[in-house]
C-alpha cells in the first residue's frame, strides 16, 4: 500500500456510547493535522454532523464534513460512502479522515467497502466512478477500526431485549454490541467515570475474550490521544476477520480454568444430533451468564444441511452453515480429504463429518451444567434407531445452499440468519 495514502478511521459503536463526543474531542485535540470526518445518521437531518460542526471548526462549506443520511453505510449507503470518499480525496491531501458510523452500523461490512470498494460482487460503480474514472479508494486506506463501549450501559445492554429498527431491518442491541466488539483494532471503553474499578475490570476481562487482538483503552467524555486512533497502522483485514474470540476458541478448543474475573469459555463437540424438540426448550431457558456462543451443529431430521448457532447477548439465530461433506459426490468429497487431510481422522463410518462444534463463552458460567443440557439434547441410543422425520421441529427452514463447502462449516456466515422465536 502506498504510504502517502491517506489513512481513514472508522468510529462505530451503539447510539449514546460517546461516538460524537469521542469524534468532537479528536478534532479539538488533533493539532497541526489536518482532518476531514464522515458522519452517517440514520435519520433524514443529520444530527451527529450537526454537533461535529457546533462543537469544532470543522465545516462543510470547507469540504471538511460531509453528510450522509437517511441510511446506513454498512449496508444501503455503501455506493454513498465510496462517492464521499473519492470527492474528500479528489483534491486535498487530508491527513486523515474519520467516519462515524451510524449506532447500528455494523464495522465488517463497512471494512468492506473502504478495502474491496467495487471488488465486492454485488456494488455498482458510483456517480463518482462513472463521472471521473477514479477508483475513490486510490487515495486513503482503512488504517483503523474503532468500537466505543459504553462501560456504564455494557451489562444492560447484553442483557437488553431491545430490538433496533436499522431502516427495516430489525437488529438485537445485544447482537450488535458483539458484533461492534468483535470486529475492530481499537476498543474505547467509555464513561469510565460511572462505574467502580471492579466493573471495569470485570468488563474489559469479558472485551478481552470476545476481541483477544484489540487494544482496550480507557476514556472518560471520549477523551482519546489522537494517535491511538488516527494514523495507526494497526488494521489488517484478515486478521481482524479471524481474531473474535469464539473463532480463536474454535481452532484451538480447550476448557479454560477459572479466571480472576470469571470470564471463561468452553468448547462442546457430539458426534450425535440434537432432538429439535428438547434443544428448543433448551434454548427457551438458554443461561443469561453465556454472553456469546457460536458454531454449527447437527440437528435430527436434517441430515444434508449444517446449521450455524449464533448467541449474542439475548440474541439467539440459527442459519444454513452449508451441506454436510458426507453428501457430497464421491469425487468432490475426495477433494476435500486431499485439501482437508485432518477430516478422516474424525469421519465416521456412517455419519461422515455431521456433528456439533460450539464455543460457549460466559461470565461465572457453570460449565459442567451448561455442557450436562447440551448432551441431555442429544438423540438416545433408542432415539438414533427411531423415526427422525417424526419429531417434532420447531426450529426455522431453509433452502438448500448450493456448492456448499467444508470451510462454511468452520466459519458460517451470517447470511440468511433468522432471529428464532423459541426463545422470545
Keep these: 500500500m502506498e504510504a502517502k495514502t491517506i489513512p481513514v478511521t472508522v468510529l462505530s459503536g451503539t447510539l449514546g456510547a460517546g461516538k460524537t463526543t469521542t469524534l468532537n474531542h479528536v478534532l479539538r485535540e488533533s493539532g497541526d493535522r489536518d482532518l476531514a470526518v464522515l458522519v452517517n445518521d440514520m435519520g433524514e437531518v443529520n444530527v451527529d454532523a450537526d454537533l461535529v460542526a457546533e462543537s469544532s471548526d470543522i465545516s462543510a462549506e ?8 437517511n441510511g446506513c453505510i454498512c449496508c444501503e449507503l455503501r455506493g454513498d460512502l465510496l462517492d464521499a470518499i473519492g470527492e474528500l480525496t479528489r483534491d486535498r491531501e487530508f491527513d486523515g479522515i474519520v467516519v462515524e458510523s451510524t449506532g447500528v452500523a455494523e464495522p465488517l ?21 462513472e463521472e471521473t474514472g477514479i477508483e475513490p479508494l486510490e487515495n486513503c486506506h482503512l488504517d483503523t477500526t474503532v468500537t466505543v463501549v459504553d462501560a456504564h ?28 466488539v468483535e470486529f475492530c483494532d481499537v476498543l474505547l471503553l467509555n464513561k469510565c467515570d460511572l462505574v467502580d474499578e471492579a466493573t471495569l475490570v470485570e468488563i474489559e476481562a469479558t472485551l478481552e475474550t470476545l476481541q483477544p ?23 489488517d483485514f484478515e486478521d481482524a476477520s479471524r481474531s473474535a474470540g469464539w473463532i480463536q476458541e474454535l481452532q484451538e478448543p480447550h476448557e479454560s480454568a477459572e479466571e480472576e474475573h470469571g ?21 427457551d431457558s438458554f443461561p443469561d451468564d453465556v454472553v456469546r456462543s457460536k458454531g454449527h451443529f447437527w440437528l435430527a431430521g436434517r441430515e444434508e444441511m449444517a446449521l450455524m448457532f449464533n448467541v449474542a447477548g439475548q440474541s439467539i439465530r440459527v442459519a444454513p452453515a452449508g451441506n454436510w461433506i458426507a453428501t457430497l459426490p464421491p469425487e468432490e468429497r475426495e ?41 441431555l439434547c442429544l438423540l438416545t441410543d433408542e432415539e438414533m434407531d427411531a423415526d427422525w422425520g417424526a ?25 440468511g440468519q433468522e432471529e428464532i422465536g423459541i426463545a422470545d
Design 62 to 69: 470547507e469540504e471538511e464534513l460531509v453528510e450522509l443520511s
Design 109 to 129: 461490512p463497512v471494512a468492506q467497502t473502504l478495502t474491496l470498494g467495487f471488488d465486492q460482487s454485488d456494488l455498482d460503480p458510483t456517480e463518482f466512478y
Design 153 to 180: 450501559q455494557f451489562h444492560e445492554a447484553m442483557q437488553s431485549d431491545e430490538i433496533l429498527d436499522d431502516d427495516g431491518t430489525k437488529k438485537h442491541l445485544g447482537d450488535l454490541l458483539v458484533e461492534q
Design 213 to 235: 487482538r484489540a487494544e482496550i483503552v480507557r476514556t472518560t467524555h471520549g477523551r482519546i490521544d489522537v494517535d491511538e486512533i488516527v494514523d495507526t497502522g494497526r488494521f
Design 263 to 283: 470470564v471463561t469459555s468452553f468448547v462442546f463437540e457430539a458426534r450425535r444430533p440434537f432432538h429439535p424438540e428438547r434443544f428448543a426448550d433448551f434454548l
Design 335 to 375: 477433494a476435500q480429504f486431499e485439501a482437508h487431510p485432518e477430516l478422516e481422522e474424525t469421519w465416521d463410518d456412517e455419519w461422515g463429518d455431521r456433528g456439533t462444534r460450539l464455543v460457549v463463552i460466559g461470565t461465572e458460567m457453570d460449565h459442567e451444567s451448561i455442557r450436562n443440557h447440551f448432551e
Design 391 to 415: 419429531f417434532e421441529d420447531r426450529f426455522p427452514t431453509f433452502e438448500q445452499p448450493p456448492d456448499a463447502a467444508d470451510d462454511e462449516l468452520d466459519d458460517p456466515e451470517s447470511n
